[in-house]
């Protein structure tokens, strides 16, 4: 019988706050700033990982208070098993600590620079896309659902006329939508076969109705809103869900419990995305997407049109 030594890691925790370029018209209004916690772990030969807290409790998490509270409480000289037990109420905090982990073991990890992203298109202070100088992307994303659909779905022919002719185009409700207006968004979305899915068209509440949708038409739905959890996930899964899975790594959990219903549900169902996290927890969920396989639909992290310039973390690593 061995006797594993025991291994003690250094912690530290920094606190940020960046300010986005633009503000960020959400449901719950407009979102001007990012706040989140880096942690950083060091083993014995000091190797360091770093993961990153990124709250959005409008999602489900926990709140950035609530983190805080849990970095400054935790030891300093934590053990392997001081890991695990992070509650399910901090999914947040579950996803940092356990990606500072894995980030230390493979600390090599580049997201390989084939993997396809969509890019947010900005929108100007009326709601309507900004399309002056857009990258070229193989998938763009539009909000909707921020005025009458009349007026914004007449933007849609402008919006695919300077899309690169092969590029598809995702619709982003969060949740703003009736059931009407989704069904009429779907029937132009079937038409223009361009769409690539309408995500969250409802508020999560009202699952059975886009259950419902999904079954009415071609073009897919997304959920996003509506997979605050891990639980939400397994629960998804279970129900059957006919449609798309839209995963905030940074936001769902101890990842090592996501890949299980991941193992289940088929890859091209999933589009892995961002919380509008920084540097350090987009490489982290990068870093698990590729430890599961890859994505198969273009990557939702394509946000940097948000962050500030310089996006420059203050951690105590370099
Ligand atoms: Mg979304």
């Known amino acids: 019988m061995t006797h594993r030594r025991r291994r003690d890691y250094r912690y530290r925790y920094s606190p940020y706050r960046i300010p986005f370029r633009r503000p960020l018209a959400m449901p719950w209004g407009f979102w001007s700033e990012r706040r989140g916690i880096i942690v950083t772990l060091e083993d014995e030969n000091r190797r360091q990982g770093q993961g990153e807290i990124a709250p959005l409790p409008e999602f489900g998490s926990e709140t950035y208070p609530a983190a805080l509270e849990f970095c400054q409480n935790f030891p300093p000289r934590p053990r392997r098993e001081d890991l695990d037990p992070i509650p399910d109420r901090l999914p947040c905090c579950q996803f940092a600590f356990a990606s500072a982990l894995l980030a230390l073991e493979s600390p090599s990890f580049l997201p390989p620079q084939n993997w396809p992203y969509s890019y947010l298109l900005p929108l100007d202070r009326d709601g309507l896309p900004v399309l002056e100088n857009l990258p070229s992307f193989p998938v763009y ?77 071609a073009t897919p739905i997304a959920l996003d ?85 310089g996006e420059s973390v203050p951690t105590n690593a370099d």
């Open 225 to 309: 809103e509506s997979l605050s959890s891990g639980k939400m996930l397994e629960r998804l899964f279970r129900e059957d869900w006919p449609g798309l899975y839209v995963l905030k790594v940074a936001l769902l959990g101890a990842p090592q419990r996501l890949a299980a219903w991941l193992q289940q549900i088929p890859d091209d169902k999933i589009i892995y995305s961002s919380a509008l996290e920084t540097e350090i927890g987009r490489r982290n969920a990068l870093q698990w997407a590729a430890q599961w396989g890859g994505p198969k639909r273009a990557l939702g992290f394509g946000v940097e049109a948000w962050l500030g310039a």
């Open 141 to 217: 994303k539009w909000k909707i659902g921020r005025r009458e659909f009349e007026t914004e779905s007449a933007e849609l022919p402008r919006i695919l006329e300077k899309l690169p002719p092969n590029a598809q185009l995702r619709l982003d409700a969060n949740g703003a939508l009736t059931v009407t207006e989704s069904q009429k968004w779907l029937a132009l979305a079937d038409r223009w076969r361009r769409i690539e899915f309408l995500e969250q068209p409802l508020a999560p509440s009202q699952l059975s109705e886009m259950r419902r949708l999904a079954q009415d038409f």
